[in-house]
Protein backbone atom coordinates (compact mmCIF):
# COMPACT_ATOMS: atom_id res chain seq x y z
CA UNK A 1 0.00 0.00 0.00
CA UNK A 2 3.47 2.18 0.02
CA UNK A 3 3.92 4.54 -2.72
CA UNK A 4 5.14 3.25 -5.97
CA UNK A 5 6.93 6.42 -6.63
CA UNK A 6 9.37 8.99 -3.95
CA UNK A 7 9.38 11.50 -6.26
CA UNK A 8 10.51 15.26 -4.25
CA UNK A 9 7.68 17.46 -4.14
CA UNK A 10 9.75 20.06 -5.39
CA UNK A 11 10.29 18.50 -8.64
CA UNK A 12 6.67 16.91 -8.62
CA UNK A 13 4.68 16.90 -12.52
CA UNK A 14 1.72 15.09 -12.09
CA UNK A 15 -0.50 15.93 -8.82
CA UNK A 16 -3.95 13.90 -8.31
CA UNK A 17 -6.56 15.24 -6.42
CA UNK A 18 -8.72 12.36 -5.61
CA UNK A 19 -12.09 12.93 -4.28
CA UNK A 20 -11.68 11.54 -0.61
CA UNK A 21 -15.29 10.11 -0.86
CA UNK A 22 -14.19 7.58 -3.16
CA UNK A 23 -11.85 4.97 -0.74
CA UNK A 24 -12.20 2.32 -3.04
CA UNK A 25 -10.39 4.23 -5.86
CA UNK A 26 -7.03 5.40 -3.46
CA UNK A 27 -4.91 2.19 -4.17
CA UNK A 28 -4.94 2.38 -7.88
CA UNK A 29 -4.48 5.86 -7.72
CA UNK A 30 -1.12 5.01 -5.54
CA UNK A 31 -0.20 2.80 -7.71
CA UNK A 32 -0.51 4.77 -10.84
CA UNK A 33 2.06 6.92 -12.72
CA UNK A 34 1.05 10.02 -10.78
CA UNK A 35 4.03 11.68 -8.95
CA UNK A 36 1.66 13.00 -6.11
CA UNK A 37 -1.46 12.11 -5.06
CA UNK A 38 -3.66 14.49 -3.02
CA UNK A 39 -6.59 12.91 -1.53
CA UNK A 40 -9.32 15.48 -1.52
CA UNK A 41 -11.31 16.69 1.29
CA UNK A 42 -12.48 19.98 0.48
CA UNK A 43 -14.00 20.50 -3.40
CA UNK A 44 -14.03 16.87 -4.38
CA UNK A 45 -15.64 16.17 -1.87
CA UNK A 46 -19.31 16.96 -1.33
CA UNK A 47 -20.42 18.97 1.51
CA UNK A 48 -22.78 16.07 3.40
CA UNK A 49 -19.57 13.39 3.09
CA UNK A 50 -16.96 15.10 4.35
CA UNK A 51 -17.21 13.58 7.69
CA UNK A 52 -16.87 10.03 6.48
CA UNK A 53 -14.62 11.04 3.65
CA UNK A 54 -12.08 12.38 6.89
CA UNK A 55 -12.39 9.32 8.75
CA UNK A 56 -11.87 7.18 5.00
CA UNK A 57 -8.59 9.14 4.38
CA UNK A 58 -7.50 8.44 8.44
CA UNK A 59 -8.37 4.94 8.33
CA UNK A 60 -6.30 4.54 5.39
CA UNK A 61 -3.18 6.24 6.40
CA UNK A 62 -3.28 4.39 9.63
CA UNK A 63 -3.32 1.13 7.41
CA UNK A 64 -0.16 1.73 5.42
CA UNK A 65 -1.21 4.18 2.92
CA UNK A 66 0.93 7.43 1.85
CA UNK A 67 -0.70 10.20 0.54
CA UNK A 68 -1.09 14.11 0.17
CA UNK A 69 -4.60 15.49 1.52
CA UNK A 70 -6.03 19.14 0.38
CA UNK A 71 -7.92 20.41 3.04
CA UNK A 72 -10.24 23.34 3.35
CA UNK A 73 -9.53 26.56 3.52
CA UNK A 74 -9.18 28.57 7.13
CA UNK A 75 -12.18 30.27 6.50
CA UNK A 76 -14.17 26.91 6.50
CA UNK A 77 -15.89 25.53 9.10
CA UNK A 78 -14.11 22.42 7.82
CA UNK A 79 -10.78 23.21 8.01
CA UNK A 80 -10.06 22.85 12.19
CA UNK A 81 -12.18 19.58 11.54
CA UNK A 82 -10.00 18.52 8.82
CA UNK A 83 -6.54 19.66 10.86
CA UNK A 84 -7.65 17.90 14.18
CA UNK A 85 -8.37 14.15 12.42
CA UNK A 86 -5.47 14.35 9.79
CA UNK A 87 -2.57 17.02 10.43
CA UNK A 88 -0.37 14.33 12.65
CA UNK A 89 -1.14 11.17 10.89
CA UNK A 90 2.30 9.52 10.79
CA UNK A 91 1.88 8.57 7.13
CA UNK A 92 0.56 11.71 5.70
CA UNK A 93 3.10 13.16 2.87
CA UNK A 94 2.03 16.77 2.57
CA UNK A 95 -0.84 19.18 2.58
CA UNK A 96 -1.85 21.37 0.30
CA UNK A 97 -3.67 24.42 1.29
CA UNK A 98 -6.83 25.47 -0.69
CA UNK A 99 -7.63 29.29 -1.36
CA UNK A 100 -4.21 30.80 0.53
CA UNK A 101 -4.67 34.57 0.84
CA UNK A 102 -2.02 35.47 2.52
CA UNK A 103 0.62 34.24 4.80
CA UNK A 104 -1.05 33.95 8.19
CA UNK A 105 -3.00 31.31 6.21
CA UNK A 106 -0.09 29.26 5.38
CA UNK A 107 1.19 29.66 9.29
CA UNK A 108 -2.08 29.21 11.13
CA UNK A 109 -2.20 26.00 9.25
CA UNK A 110 1.35 25.32 9.81
CA UNK A 111 0.81 25.32 13.88
CA UNK A 112 -1.69 22.79 13.28
CA UNK A 113 0.40 20.23 11.33
CA UNK A 114 2.94 17.82 12.36
CA UNK A 115 6.57 19.90 12.42
CA UNK A 116 8.18 19.38 9.00
CA UNK A 117 4.66 18.53 6.78
CA UNK A 118 5.05 20.07 3.38
CA UNK A 119 2.67 22.40 2.18
CA UNK A 120 1.17 23.48 -1.25
CA UNK A 121 -0.40 26.66 -1.21
CA UNK A 122 -2.86 26.64 -3.58
CA UNK A 123 -4.15 30.50 -4.52
CA UNK A 124 -7.33 30.62 -5.91
CA UNK A 125 -8.06 34.45 -5.71
CA UNK A 126 -6.85 38.12 -6.66
CA UNK A 127 -6.35 38.44 -3.04
CA UNK A 128 -4.21 35.54 -2.90
CA UNK A 129 -1.86 36.33 -6.17
CA UNK A 130 -1.44 40.01 -4.65
CA UNK A 131 0.02 38.28 -1.49
CA UNK A 132 2.10 35.15 -3.56
CA UNK A 133 5.29 36.13 -2.63
CA UNK A 134 4.44 36.46 0.90
CA UNK A 135 2.87 33.28 0.59
CA UNK A 136 5.73 31.68 -0.99
CA UNK A 137 8.39 32.84 1.50
CA UNK A 138 6.02 31.19 4.51
CA UNK A 139 7.48 27.82 5.74
CA UNK A 140 6.25 25.08 5.53
CA UNK A 141 5.41 26.19 1.97
CA UNK A 142 7.32 24.18 -0.79
CA UNK A 143 5.35 25.14 -4.46
CA UNK A 144 2.58 27.48 -5.45
CA UNK A 145 -0.87 25.83 -7.30
CA UNK A 146 -3.06 27.94 -9.22
CA UNK A 147 -6.38 27.39 -8.39
CA UNK A 148 -7.45 28.02 -12.35
CA UNK A 149 -11.24 27.69 -11.78
CA UNK A 150 -12.14 29.62 -8.87
CA UNK A 151 -9.29 32.23 -9.74
CA UNK A 152 -11.63 32.89 -12.86
CA UNK A 153 -14.70 33.18 -10.82
CA UNK A 154 -13.27 35.56 -8.83
CA UNK A 155 -11.63 38.18 -11.60
CA UNK A 156 -13.62 37.10 -14.62
CA UNK A 157 -10.74 36.76 -16.45
CA UNK A 158 -11.19 34.57 -19.54
CA UNK A 159 -9.67 30.48 -19.83
CA UNK A 160 -7.29 31.59 -23.29
CA UNK A 161 -3.39 30.99 -22.37
CA UNK A 162 -3.77 34.59 -23.61
CA UNK A 163 -6.00 35.98 -20.68
CA UNK A 164 -4.05 33.95 -17.68
CA UNK A 165 -0.79 34.55 -18.99
CA UNK A 166 -0.11 37.83 -17.15
CA UNK A 167 -1.23 34.98 -13.70
CA UNK A 168 0.82 32.36 -14.26
CA UNK A 169 4.17 34.54 -14.57
CA UNK A 170 3.29 36.29 -11.49
CA UNK A 171 3.11 32.62 -9.86
CA UNK A 172 6.58 31.84 -11.73
CA UNK A 173 8.27 35.29 -10.06
CA UNK A 174 6.97 35.48 -7.08
CA UNK A 175 8.37 31.49 -6.68
CA UNK A 176 11.62 32.50 -7.82
CA UNK A 177 11.99 35.48 -5.72
CA UNK A 178 10.80 33.16 -2.39
CA UNK A 179 13.51 30.43 -3.35
CA UNK A 180 10.75 27.76 -3.70
CA UNK A 181 10.40 25.24 -6.70
CA UNK A 182 8.71 26.72 -9.77
CA UNK A 183 4.66 26.49 -9.30
CA UNK A 184 1.98 23.83 -10.41
CA UNK A 185 -0.14 24.65 -12.91
CA UNK A 186 -4.43 24.12 -12.71
CA UNK A 187 -5.74 21.37 -13.78
CA UNK A 188 -7.37 20.92 -17.62
CA UNK A 189 -10.47 19.74 -17.79
CA UNK A 190 -11.02 18.54 -21.45
CA UNK A 191 -10.39 14.61 -22.07
CA UNK A 192 -9.09 15.45 -25.37
CA UNK A 193 -5.16 13.60 -25.43
CA UNK A 194 -3.94 16.58 -27.35
CA UNK A 195 -5.77 19.41 -25.20
CA UNK A 196 -4.02 18.35 -22.17
CA UNK A 197 -0.90 18.27 -23.86
CA UNK A 198 -1.02 21.67 -25.63
CA UNK A 199 -2.36 23.06 -21.61
CA UNK A 200 1.09 21.11 -20.32
CA UNK A 201 3.50 22.52 -23.03
CA UNK A 202 1.85 26.12 -22.66
CA UNK A 203 2.83 25.39 -18.83
CA UNK A 204 6.28 24.53 -19.20
CA UNK A 205 6.83 27.60 -21.43
CA UNK A 206 5.78 30.19 -18.92
CA UNK A 207 7.95 28.58 -16.68
CA UNK A 208 5.39 26.40 -14.45
CA UNK A 209 7.32 22.22 -13.92
CA UNK A 210 4.03 20.99 -12.22
CA UNK A 211 0.16 20.28 -12.67
CA UNK A 212 -2.69 19.53 -11.02
CA UNK A 213 -4.70 16.28 -12.96
CA UNK A 214 -8.05 15.71 -11.78
CA UNK A 215 -7.88 11.81 -13.59
CA UNK A 216 -5.17 8.74 -13.22
CA UNK A 217 -4.89 8.29 -17.53
CA UNK A 218 -3.25 11.93 -17.05
CA UNK A 219 -0.54 11.16 -16.33
CA UNK A 220 1.92 9.69 -18.25
CA UNK A 221 1.02 12.89 -20.98
CA UNK A 222 2.27 15.38 -18.43
CA UNK A 223 5.13 13.30 -16.87
CA UNK A 224 6.11 13.26 -20.97
CA UNK A 225 5.74 16.97 -21.50
CA UNK A 226 7.45 18.18 -18.20
CA UNK A 227 10.11 15.76 -18.24
CA UNK A 228 13.25 16.52 -20.26
CA UNK A 229 12.70 14.74 -23.49
CA UNK A 230 15.85 12.79 -25.56
CA UNK A 231 16.99 15.54 -26.86
CA UNK A 232 17.40 17.85 -23.73
CA UNK A 233 19.47 14.99 -21.77
CA UNK A 234 21.38 14.40 -25.27
CA UNK A 235 22.61 18.34 -25.05
CA UNK A 236 22.86 18.49 -21.72
CA UNK A 237 25.34 15.73 -21.69
CA UNK A 238 27.18 17.06 -24.17
CA UNK A 239 27.40 20.19 -22.63
CA UNK A 240 28.69 18.91 -19.72
CA UNK A 241 31.14 16.73 -21.25
CA UNK A 242 31.76 20.13 -23.21
CA UNK A 243 32.86 22.23 -20.42
CA UNK A 244 33.76 19.64 -17.05
CA UNK A 245 31.07 18.58 -14.61
CA UNK A 246 32.58 22.27 -12.48
CA UNK A 247 32.81 23.79 -15.83
CA UNK A 248 36.92 23.69 -15.58
CA UNK A 249 36.76 23.83 -19.72
CA UNK A 250 34.35 26.97 -19.76
CA UNK A 251 36.09 29.98 -22.29
CA UNK A 252 33.67 32.65 -21.21
CA UNK A 253 31.07 34.01 -19.44
CA UNK A 254 28.06 32.46 -21.14
CA UNK A 255 29.65 28.89 -20.99
CA UNK A 256 28.38 28.55 -17.29
CA UNK A 257 24.74 29.57 -17.44
CA UNK A 258 24.92 27.00 -20.31
CA UNK A 259 26.47 24.46 -17.87
CA UNK A 260 24.07 25.21 -14.89
CA UNK A 261 21.05 24.41 -17.32
CA UNK A 262 22.90 21.62 -18.45
CA UNK A 263 23.35 19.91 -15.19
CA UNK A 264 19.74 21.18 -14.08
CA UNK A 265 18.49 19.21 -16.78
CA UNK A 266 20.72 15.85 -16.24
CA UNK A 267 19.14 16.16 -12.69
CA UNK A 268 15.91 15.90 -13.20
CA UNK A 269 16.36 13.26 -16.11
CA UNK A 270 17.99 10.94 -13.68
CA UNK A 271 15.46 11.55 -10.86
CA UNK A 272 12.65 10.81 -13.04
CA UNK A 273 14.22 7.71 -15.04
CA UNK A 274 15.15 5.95 -11.13
CA UNK A 275 11.57 6.85 -9.93
CA UNK A 276 9.93 5.48 -13.24
Not at 26 to 43: C, K, N
Not at 238 to 253: F, N, P, Q, T, W
Amino acid sequence: MSPVHTISPAIARSWLLLPANKPERFDAAIDSEMDVVLLDVEDGTPEAEKAQSREYVRDWLNGGGKAWIRINDVRSSEWEKDLEMLGHLPNLQGVMLAKTENAEHVALTAARLREGTPMVALVESADGLANATEIAKAKPVVRLAFGIGDFRRDTSIGSSPLALAYTRSQFVISSRVARVAPPIDGPTISNEVTVLREAAEHAVEMGMTGKLCLRVDQAPYINEVLSPSAADVSWAESVIEELGHGGERAKDGSDLPRLARAQKIARLAHAFAANG
